[in-house]
């Protein structure tokens, strides 16, 4: 009965995958590695900041930083999955999502980036509106990890 439920077990957990299949079918764009700022006014008046740091390896964190209205400040983190298919840019929280959101994305020049949100299941309603610049940080990121 136990070996049963053994061989079950391990077949149920090689069925799962921990990164979606779309992601391993792709590549990076080099020129999207490395620190990069954000600003956004949100529609009740909250402006989103963030500092997002991408890697080679496909992986990113991003920190946050909201200003209600207010001026109450909440931070908080999020680490994720990012690539690039079919000239689109991706990105996926595997721990909060099923399906990526997808970006159209143009360079406006070396250091800044324009986003375009064109698939999201998450954002149905910001398909098309919700529009943001990154620019490369001069900062250096808020946690190092050394290898």
Same mark, same amino acid.
């Given at each position: 009965?136990?070996?049963?439920?053994?061989?079950?077990?391990?077949?149920?957990?090689?069925?799962?995958?921990?990164?979606?299949?779309?992601?391993?079918?792709?590549?990076?764009?080099?020129?999207?590695?490395?620190?990069?700022?954000?600003?956004?006014?949100?529609?009740?008046?909250?402006?989103?900041?963030?500092?997002?740091?991408?890697?080679?390896?496909?992986?990113?964190?991003?920190?946050?930083?909201?200003?209600?209205?207010d001026g109450t400040v909440n931070r908080f983190s999020e680490l994720g999955l990012w690539w690039i298919?079919?000239?689109?840019?991706?990105? +996926? %929280?595997? *721990?909060?999502?099923?399906?990526? #959101?997808?970006?159209? /994305?143009? =360079?406006?020049?070396?250091?800044?980036?324009?986003?375009? +949100? %064109?698939? *999201?299941?998450?954002?149905?309603? #910001?398909?098309?509106? /919700?529009? =943001?610049?990154?620019?490369?940080?001069d900062t250096i990121p808020l946690a190092i990890v050394i290898d």
């Amino acid at each position: 009965m136990k070996l049963n439920l053994i061989i079950l077990l391990l077949i149920a957990l090689l069925g799962c995958e921990a990164v979606p299949k779309d992601a391993k079918q792709t590549h990076i764009d080099n020129k999207l590695v490395g620190v990069w700022e954000g600003e956004y006014l949100e529609k009740d008046g909250t402006i989103k900041k963030w500092m997002q740091t991408r890697k080679e390896d496909g992986t990113y964190r991003i920190e946050f930083r909201l200003v209600e209205v207010d001026g109450t400040v909440n931070r908080f983190s999020e680490l994720g999955l990012w690539w690039i298919k079919d000239g689109l840019f991706h990105e +996926l %929280v595997p *721990s909060s999502m099923e399906h990526p #959101d997808s970006y159209q /994305y143009h =360079f406006k020049d070396d250091n800044c980036i324009e986003f375009l +949100l %064109v698939d *999201s299941l998450e954002s149905i309603d #910001d398909i098309g509106k /919700y529009y =943001f610049v990154e620019c490369r940080s001069d900062t250096i990121p808020l946690a190092i990890v050394i290898d």
